[in-house]
């Protein structure tokens, strides 16, 4: 007995230490909380209840602070444990509601989105440089999701498994997670980590944190440091992730196609991926709008081996778009930080066709300037040799009550042939006022006439601008909901073919608190051509957000012509296992050879067998040619995903075809 009141007089003690550190902050200006590591003698039980006697071993964290109003607090009490031992990380929180009826839990699928319901969150900064972060999040019925730095394919193993749990009571609920230490790419000898706490409160849509980054401006350096922290050396597994393919279509019969992923986190930092004949085929592509546009849109990156390190680690999009890349035979990337520079590496071959080349390399000399330069390079197929080029600086930080930032950037291409080396630059700067709820924001802009990048996505050649916007929010009503949004855009320049101008503003008026309704009205030139539009968006973001819809409409001329585009999208939720979306779409231009008409309709369904398994489809209706696809996906935390395809959901019109395909990830 006596040992427990020890420990729980210790436990005590240290948590008025970090008390009296998070008041002394307030007090005599903005200084991270220190939290002593403490060493777990047994591990806590993972149920989502706190009544593990160890937790009374360990320092907490309480006292969260508003997100959204600087220097209030939280409305609801919160406090977090923090624990480890040689293989785990261990946080526990105890999450105090005065109408614990209406904590919200909906979504059970394992990292299916979870922002609208009740929960909680740490961010892990195992390099403490203030630049990234691990993020962990449960909610209140335990469903997990997390954030791996630079991001990472979906597969659990792949990602590394951790576990959760959440438990309702009289006095709201409360969270355990166990997070492995396998898991993090720590270095040697580190003592230190970084933490950010983070809660939801749902019925309340309120946001809260510890420590206070957010008042009076945004600084990530006033994370806590958990200090003091003895880690084994770490473990660095290899793991591989191979499949098996089997695809069938009419008038091309059967295939069996195997393939091999590897990833291995290396002791300097630095993770390096190897994909040996990646499967492309089966990945479910964006669908794209039928709005009108000037330029290419960019459109996601959902192919696992491109989207694993691009978060952080890919040069800007001006020299490197990773949908430029088509299939390929292999392929090669290394993306980390190492030796305080952040470095990221992409090699693709397709054999006897392309060879291409990316890398960015980043150097932080503190969390809040960083000078970066990339270079991307393509041989072969129909394109000529290319090389781009492109060099930075970016700079943020706290000012006042809010922060400002900058960003410069150069690029040059370098192409054989005649034609194709040029230049390009842009320069942004951006200010914000949290209090006054003012945000100005300025940009420079110009792409040479030559300038090419065969890997990047570059919109426009030969064009020049300056622009201009601003938004304010009224201080009336609720400060988390302020009724009333303006903003203000103005831009001019050139290109190649005449002047351009831009003038347009918008205002947003919140109708309820689920319901939004917003005007905007916009006129200009574009290469001799008169620019005037205006429209109306409704929006409603209820409680649920498989339940949120849009509807807008937008009208005037657009390149001289007569313009008219609809939209209508919509989730629904007939019951807690199915989930169905629905998007309509129809534009109409007014040209002097005639009217052009497109419509596109989308239904997407999903079906939860289990919080592992489902039931997809996706019927797609775009310029009178339908497309139908059904699929199967089983996602387990251990052993073999599976996924099974009738039809082809990336072809314009609906295609006989199976296909069924079998990856198993596993640590070596």
Same mark, same amino acid.
């Given at each position: 007995?006596?040992?427990?009141?020890?420990?729980?007089?210790?436990?005590?003690?240290?948590?008025?230490?970090?008390?009296?550190?998070?008041?002394?902050?307030?007090?005599?200006?903005?200084?991270?909380?220190?939290? &002593?590591?403490?060493?777990?003698?047994?591990?806590?039980?993972?149920?989502?209840?706190?009544?593990?006697?160890?937790?009374?071993?360990?320092?907490?964290?309480?006292?969260?602070?508003?997100?959204?109003?600087?220097?209030?607090?939280? $409305?609801?009490?919160?406090?977090?444990?923090?624990?480890?031992?040689?293989?785990?990380?261990?946080?526990?929180?105890?999450?105090?509601?005065?109408?614990?009826?209406?904590?919200?839990?909906?979504?059970?699928?394992?990292?299916?989105?979870?922002?609208?319901?009740?929960?909680?969150?740490?961010?892990?900064?195992?390099?403490?440089?203030?630049?990234?972060?691990?993020?962990?999040?449960?909610?209140?019925?335990?469903?997990?999701?997390?954030?791996?730095?630079?991001?990472?394919? $979906?597969?659990?193993?792949?990602?590394?498994?951790?576990?959760?749990?959440?438990?309702?009571?009289?006095?709201?609920?409360?969270?355990?997670?166990?997070?492995?230490?396998?898991?993090?790419?720590?270095?040697?000898?580190?003592?230190?980590?970084?933490?950010?706490?983070?809660?939801?409160?749902?019925?309340?849509?309120?946001?809260?944190?510890?420590?206070?980054?957010?008042?009076?401006?945004?600084?990530?350096?006033?994370?806590?440091?958990?200090?003091?922290?003895?880690?084994?050396?770490?473990?660095?597994?290899?793991?591989?992730?191979?499949?098996? *393919?089997?695809?069938?279509?009419?008038?091309?019969?059967?295939?069996?196609?195997?393939?091999?992923?590897?990833?291995?986190?290396?002791?300097?930092?630095?993770?390096?991926?190897?994909?040996?004949? &990646?499967?492309?085929?089966?990945?479910?592509?964006?669908?794209?709008?039928?709005?009108?546009?000037?330029?290419?849109?960019?459109?996601?990156?959902?192919?696992?081996?491109?989207?694993?390190?691009?978060?952080?680690?890919?040069?800007?999009?001006?020299?490197?778009?990773?949908?430029?890349?088509?299939?390929?035979?292999?392929?090669?990337?290394?993306?980390?930080?190492?030796?305080?520079?952040?470095?990221?590496?992409?090699?693709?071959?397709?054999?006897?066709?392309?060879?291409?080349?990316? *890398?960015?390399?980043?150097?932080?000399?503190?969390?809040?300037?960083?000078?970066?330069?990339?270079?991307?390079?393509?041989?072969?197929?129909?394109?000529?040799?290319?090389?781009?080029?492109?060099?930075?600086?970016? $700079?943020?930080?706290?000012?006042?009550?809010?922060?400002?930032?900058?960003?410069?950037?150069?690029?040059?291409?370098?192409?054989?042939?005649?034609?194709?080396?040029?230049?390009?630059?842009?320069?942004?700067?951006?200010?914000?006022?949290r209090r006054e709820r003012r945000r100005l924001a300025f940009s420079l802009q110009r792409v040479g006439a030559d300038f090419e990048s065969v890997l990047g996505l570059v919109p426009e050649q030969g064009i020049h601008e300056a622009r201009v916007s601003a938004t304010l929010q009224s201080r009336l009503g609720d400060d988390d909901n302020p009724p009333l949004a303006f903003s203000f855009t103005a831009a001019s320049g050139g290109s190649t073919e005449g002047r351009r101008s831009e003038i347009g503003g918008s205002c947003t008026r919140r109708l309820t608190?689920?319901? =939004?309704?917003?005007?905007?009205?916009?006129?200009?030139?574009?290469?001799?051509?008169?620019?005037?539009?205006?429209?109306?968006? *409704?929006?409603?973001?209820?409680?649920? &957000?498989? =339940?949120?819809? @849009?509807?807008?409409?937008?009208?005037?001329?657009?390149?001289?012509?007569?313009?008219?585009?609809?939209?209508? $999208?919509?989730?629904?939720?007939?019951?807690?296992?199915?989930?169905?979306?629905?998007?309509?779409?129809?534009?109409?231009?007014? @040209?002097?050879?005639?009217?052009?008409?497109?419509?596109?309709?989308?239904?997407?369904?999903?079906?939860?067998?289990?919080?592992?398994?489902?039931?997809?489809?996706?019927?797609?209706?775009?310029?009178?040619?339908?497309?139908?696809?059904l699929a199967y996906r089983q996602a387990l935390r251990s052993g073999p995903d599976v996924f099974a395809l009738l039809g082809d959901p990336n072809a314009d019109g609906t295609t006989a075809r199976f296909a069924a395909k079998v990856v198993w990830p596993f640590l070596l």
């Open positions: 007995m006596f040992a427990r009141r020890s420990a729980t007089s210790v436990a005590a003690a240290v948590t008025l230490l970090i008390l009296c550190a998070s008041a002394a902050r307030s007090a005599e200006g903005a200084t991270a909380p220190i939290v &002593p590591a403490v060493k777990a003698p047994t591990p806590p039980v993972i149920d989502g209840r706190l009544d593990d006697e160890v937790w009374t071993l360990s320092p907490q964290a309480a006292g969260f602070w508003h997100a959204s109003v600087p220097g209030r607090r939280a $409305s609801q009490m919160t406090t977090v444990h923090m624990l480890y031992d040689d293989a785990h990380l261990y946080f526990g929180f105890d999450c105090q509601d005065a109408s614990p009826a209406e904590i919200k839990a909906d979504q059970r699928k394992r990292g299916g989105p979870i922002q609208r319901d009740d929960h909680v969150g740490v961010d892990v900064d195992v390099l403490n440089t203030h630049t990234e972060s691990y993020g962990f999040q449960v909610s209140a019925n335990g469903t997990q999701n997390s954030y791996i730095p630079g991001g990472a394919a $979906s597969q659990i193993e792949w990602r590394g498994d951790w576990h959760a749990a959440a438990a309702t009571n009289d006095r709201g609920w409360q969270a355990e997670m166990a997070i492995p230490l396998q898991n993090l790419r720590y270095l040697p000898g580190t003592t230190t980590f970084g933490l950010c706490f983070t809660r939801y409160l749902a019925r309340k849509r309120e946001t809260s944190v510890w420590p206070n980054l957010l008042d009076p401006g945004y600084d990530n350096e006033l994370a806590a440091d958990w200090v003091g922290l003895d880690l084994p050396a770490p473990r660095r597994p290899l793991v591989a992730m191979p499949y098996l *393919l089997t695809d069938a279509c009419e008038g091309e019969g059967g295939v069996l196609v195997a393939g091999l992923d590897l990833k291995h986190d290396f002791a300097n930092g630095l993770t390096a991926l190897a994909a040996f004949k &990646p499967d492309f085929r089966t990945v479910e592509d964006a669908v794209e709008s039928v709005d009108f546009t000037y330029t290419e849109r960019a459109l996601p990156e959902r192919r696992p081996f491109f989207s694993e390190g691009a978060a952080a680690f890919y040069p800007p999009r001006l020299i490197f778009y990773s949908r430029r890349i088509g299939e390929i035979d292999a392929g090669l990337k290394a993306f980390g930080r190492a030796n305080g520079v952040s470095l990221g590496l992409l090699a693709t071959a397709k054999s006897g066709e392309t060879h291409d080349i990316v *890398l960015h390399t980043a150097l932080k000399p503190t969390s809040k300037r960083t000078w970066w330069g990339g270079l991307s390079h393509h041989e072969g197929g129909d394109d000529p040799i290319n090389t781009a080029l492109c060099a930075g600086f970016s $700079s943020w930080g706290p000012v006042g009550d809010g922060y400002r930032s900058f960003d410069g950037r150069v690029f040059w291409s370098q192409t054989a042939g005649p034609g194709g080396d040029d230049a390009a630059y842009s320069v942004s700067a951006v200010r914000r006022w608190r689920d319901l =939004r309704l917003t005007g905007r009205l916009d006129a200009g030139e574009r290469d001799g051509s008169t620019e005037r539009t205006a429209g109306l968006t *409704l929006v409603s973001q209820p409680f649920d &957000p498989m =339940r949120k819809g @849009k509807a807008a409409v937008r009208f005037g001329k657009r390149r001289g012509d007569g313009y008219v585009y609809a939209s209508l $999208s919509q989730r629904l939720r007939p019951n807690s296992r199915l989930n169905l979306d629905l998007s309509m779409e129809h534009l109409r231009l007014e @040209k002097s050879e005639g009217p052009e008409r497109r419509t596109q309709i989308v239904l997407t369904a999903t079906y939860d067998l289990t919080h592992e398994k489902a039931l997809s489809g996706r019927v797609s209706l775009r310029d009178g040619r339908v497309n139908l696809y």
